[in-house]
């Protein structure tokens, strides 16, 4: 039986499954080259269809990751703001009105469209729970019976954050926290204070910018912005930090009296914004860290589930598993919105309809892929040269490659769900270069110095580079890099000495895995940088993504699949 689950809104995308089992996921952007697309993902539900080889008429079930009616709160904190600043209520209400009317009482017409645009269907439709479908994507693909949930975001419908427990096939809800208090809507505030832009995802921004700061701050957030509210809960004070008039680069006389004016957009970055991001990503940490205590003394489950925009935060993630008793972790990869698709199919399967759960989710190649033959016709149509080889040449000569300073596109297999590149749609280079990292970013990437990059490490060999074993396939926690590594692989550590690793297995990614085998062999260094191929765009998706990138930008060879092309 198959059942298509839908993000509609920011970060839309489509995830196909089949008797639990998932068949294809994509986020929307991929296919219409628009980062954090927004609005109905057609084309990721036709690709989604495609892969399976079906039609709509073959869809028992579609969920969507919203219940569009639940309307009231939003309301209810448009006139609540209007008693603290007029200007708060013009800036909820502009938004509100517009949103309630474009956005979500259009959600009620899905079941038409979907057979407007994809034909006749007999297809049942549901409106889930925002929330419960993070969670959803959390736990029924973590393989644990039972977990201990966390979901965190911005906002679903009026909830923020939920806590629950998953047993089999159930998610029983602990506690909710609702509107205006939100962690991702205060880190979004906070992207916007310095000078980012929440909308284009920056947050990733402020994260990175933090290793470089101190916490000078940390006192005003957590005295004024963010405090506890009992054991299980926060308070966020939107007269001192309002996600609203953030939005609009507005900010109150509170924060600017506390930390001076906004950076705008074109200012130069010093100290002080450091701190700042260092002071707001600390009290993040900690109150997560509160929760998540809580969480475990409430439930005294071993096993902890997360999902949420928030949990993309993976350096409140490692704290999370370094300092708190849970024993066992899955952070879903497509943590953001995009991983709501995934949920809403989940929970229409196993939580509605009582299906035995079957599937771990081991990797997150879930997306299109294409034959080297494919590959081929779309080099020869670039009038590019390529040479094509076996893997037991190409992978050596690949490695080779990078080992002598080169930057490479590869692109292999079916492309990853979630906003990371795991190895079938990234660029990859030399970890032990101290320079790699300022030319990644500045001649490659195009983007700011600060942005950390990551390695793609054999899970063989997590002990000798962390002095601990560690596993997480889908680079989603940051760690402490042992002392003594560090200095062999400088441009994927750090400035505070951490790592974010991707473990890569034999058995989910082997032909990656060899790759990696092939850099050890010639380095003794059993990793990869890996940052995602992408140049200010979403990560390309098909072959002649690739190319295009290739042609537009500044990076030495080409990989797309058994086809080498050299650059220059
Ligand atoms: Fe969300």
Same mark, same amino acid.
């Given at each position: 039986?198959?059942?298509?689950?839908?993000?509609?809104?920011?970060?839309?995308?489509?995830?196909?499954?089949?008797?639990?089992?998932?068949?294809?996921?994509?986020?929307?952007?991929?296919?219409?080259?628009?980062?954090?697309?927004?609005?109905?993902?057609?084309?990721?539900?036709?690709?989604?269809?495609?892969?399976?080889? @079906?039609?709509?008429?073959?869809?028992?079930? @579609?969920?969507?990751?919203?219940? *569009?009616?639940?309307?009231?709160?939003?309301?209810?904190?448009?006139?609540?703001?209007?008693?603290?600043?007029?200007?708060?209520?013009?800036?909820? /209400?502009?938004?509100?009105?517009?949103?309630?009317?474009?956005?979500?009482?259009?959600?009620?017409?899905?079941?038409?469209?979907?057979?407007?645009?994809?034909?006749?269907?007999?297809?049942?439709?549901?409106?889930?729970?925002?929330?419960?479908?993070?969670?959803?994507?959390?736990?029924?693909?973590?393989?644990?019976?039972?977990?201990?949930?966390?979901?965190?975001?911005?906002?679903?419908?009026?909830?923020?954050?939920?806590?629950?427990?998953?047993?089999?096939?159930?998610?029983?809800?602990?506690?909710?926290?609702?509107?205006?208090?939100?962690?991702?809507?205060?880190?979004?505030?906070?992207?916007?204070?310095?000078?980012?832009?929440?909308?284009?995802?920056? $947050?990733?921004?402020?994260?990175?910018?933090?290793?470089?700061?101190?916490?000078?701050?940390?006192?005003?957030?957590?005295?004024?912005?963010?405090?506890?509210?009992?054991?299980?809960?926060?308070?966020?004070?939107?007269?001192?930090?309002?996600?609203?008039?953030?939005?609009?680069?507005?900010?109150?006389?509170? @924060?600017?009296?506390?930390?001076?004016? *906004?950076?705008?957009?074109?200012?130069?970055?010093?100290?002080?914004?450091?701190? @700042?991001?260092?002071?707001?990503?600390?009290?993040? $940490?900690?109150?997560?860290?509160?929760?998540?205590?809580?969480?475990?003394?409430?439930?005294?489950? $071993?096993?902890?589930? /997360?999902?949420?925009?928030?949990?993309?935060?993976?350096?409140?993630?490692?704290?999370?598993?370094?300092?708190?008793?849970?024993?066992?972790?899955?952070?879903?990869?497509?943590?953001?919105?995009?991983?709501?698709?995934?949920?809403?199919?989940?929970?229409?399967?196993?939580?509605?309809?009582?299906?035995?759960?079957?599937?771990?989710?081991?990797?997150?190649?879930?997306?299109?892929?294409?034959?080297?033959?494919?590959?081929?016709?779309?080099?020869?149509?670039?009038?590019?040269?390529?040479?094509?080889?076996?893997?037991?040449?190409?992978?050596?000569?690949?490695?080779? =490659?990078?080992?002598?300073?080169?930057?490479?596109?590869?692109?292999?297999?079916?492309?990853?769900?979630? *906003?990371?590149?795991?190895?079938?749609?990234?660029?990859?280079?030399?970890?032990?270069?101290?320079?790699?990292?300022? =030319?990644?970013?500045?001649?490659?990437?195009?983007?700011?110095?600060?942005?950390?990059?990551?390695?793609? /490490?054999?899970?063989?060999?997590?002990?000798?580079?962390?002095?601990?074993?560690?596993?997480?396939?889908?680079?989603?926690?940051?760690?402490?890099?042992?002392?003594?590594?560090?200095?062999?692989?400088?441009?994927?550590?750090?400035?505070?000495?951490?790592?974010? *690793?991707?473990?890569?297995?034999?058995?989910?990614?082997?032909?990656?895995?060899?790759?990696?085998?092939?850099?050890?062999?010639?380095?003794?260094?059993? /990793?990869?940088?890996?940052?995602?191929?992408?140049?200010?765009?979403?990560?390309?998706?098909?072959?002649?993504?690739?190319?295009?990138?290739?042609?537009?930008?500044?990076?030495?060879?080409?990989?797309?699949?058994?086809?080498?092309?050299?650059?220059?």
């Amino acid at each position: 039986m198959y059942i298509l689950g839908l993000t509609t809104l920011g970060d839309a995308a489509a995830t196909l499954i089949s008797d639990g089992a998932i068949v294809a996921a994509a986020e929307e952007e991929r296919f219409s080259r628009v980062k954090h697309h927004s609005g109905f993902p057609y084309e990721a539900v036709r690709y989604c269809l495609k892969e399976a080889g @079906i039609g709509i008429g073959d869809v028992a079930h @579609i969920g969507l990751y919203w219940k *569009p009616w639940v309307i009231g709160h939003k309301a209810f904190q448009a006139l609540r703001s209007g008693l603290i600043s007029p200007q708060m209520f013009r800036a909820r /209400m502009d938004r509100g009105v517009r949103e309630i009317s474009d956005s979500y009482l259009g959600m009620l017409g899905y079941p038409g469209l979907m057979r407007k645009h994809f034909g006749p269907g007999k297809f049942r439709f549901h409106f889930l729970e925002h929330h419960r479908c993070h969670a959803a994507s959390a736990f029924l693909v973590s393989g644990f019976p039972r977990a201990a949930i966390a979901t965190w975001d911005g906002t679903g419908e009026d909830t923020t954050t939920l806590f629950s427990l998953g047993d089999d096939l159930d998610i029983r809800m602990l506690k909710r926290i609702k509107l205006p208090h939100s962690l991702g809507q205060f880190y979004s505030a906070v992207t916007n204070f310095l000078g980012f832009d929440m909308f284009a995802g920056d $947050e990733w921004k402020v994260m990175g910018l933090a290793a470089y700061g101190e916490p000078q701050y940390y006192d005003f957030f957590a005295q004024r912005v963010l405090t506890p509210n009992g054991s299980n809960d926060f308070h966020l004070d939107i007269r001192v930090l309002d996600h609203h008039l953030a939005k609009r680069y507005k900010f109150s006389d509170a @924060i600017k009296k506390d930390l001076g004016a *906004p950076r705008r957009p074109e200012e130069e970055l010093t100290k002080k914004h450091w701190d @700042i991001a260092a002071s707001a990503q600390k009290v993040l $940490e900690d109150t997560a860290l509160r929760l998540i205590n809580w969480l475990h003394g409430e439930t005294g489950e $071993e096993n902890l589930c /997360m999902a949420g925009g928030v949990a993309l935060n993976s350096v409140m993630n490692g704290r999370i598993m370094t300092e708190t008793p849970f024993k066992r972790y899955f952070i879903q990869p497509a943590a953001g919105d995009a991983g709501c698709s995934l949920g809403a199919a989940l929970l229409i399967c196993h939580t509605l309809l009582k299906q035995p759960r079957r599937v771990t989710m081991e990797h997150a190649y879930f997306g299109p892929g294409f034959t080297s033959v494919e590959c081929a016709a779309a080099l020869r149509e670039s009038d590019l040269k390529f040479e094509t080889l076996p893997d037991r040449e190409l992978l050596p000569r690949v490695a080779r =490659l990078i080992a002598d300073g080169a930057i490479i596109g590869w692109f292999q297999g079916r492309m990853e769900f979630g *906003p990371r590149a795991l190895g079938c749609r990234s660029f990859l280079a030399d970890p032990r270069r101290n320079d790699m990292r300022e =030319l990644l970013n500045s001649k490659v990437k195009l983007r700011e110095w600060f942005r950390p990059l990551a390695p793609s /490490m054999l899970e063989e060999a997590t002990e000798k580079i962390f002095g601990k074993p560690h596993r997480d396939p889908f680079m989603i926690t940051v760690l402490s890099v042992a002392e003594t590594q560090r200095a062999a692989i400088p441009a994927v550590v750090h400035v505070d000495g951490t790592a974010r *690793p991707q473990t890569v297995s034999k058995k989910t990614n082997p032909r990656y895995w060899q790759l990696i085998s092939e850099f050890d062999k010639l380095t003794g260094v059993p /990793m990869l940088l890996n940052t995602s191929f992408n140049v200010q765009e979403p990560i390309v998706c098909s072959p002649k993504d690739a190319i295009k990138t290739f042609r537009n930008a500044n990076f030495d060879a080409l990989v797309l699949e058994n086809h080498l092309v050299l650059g220059g």
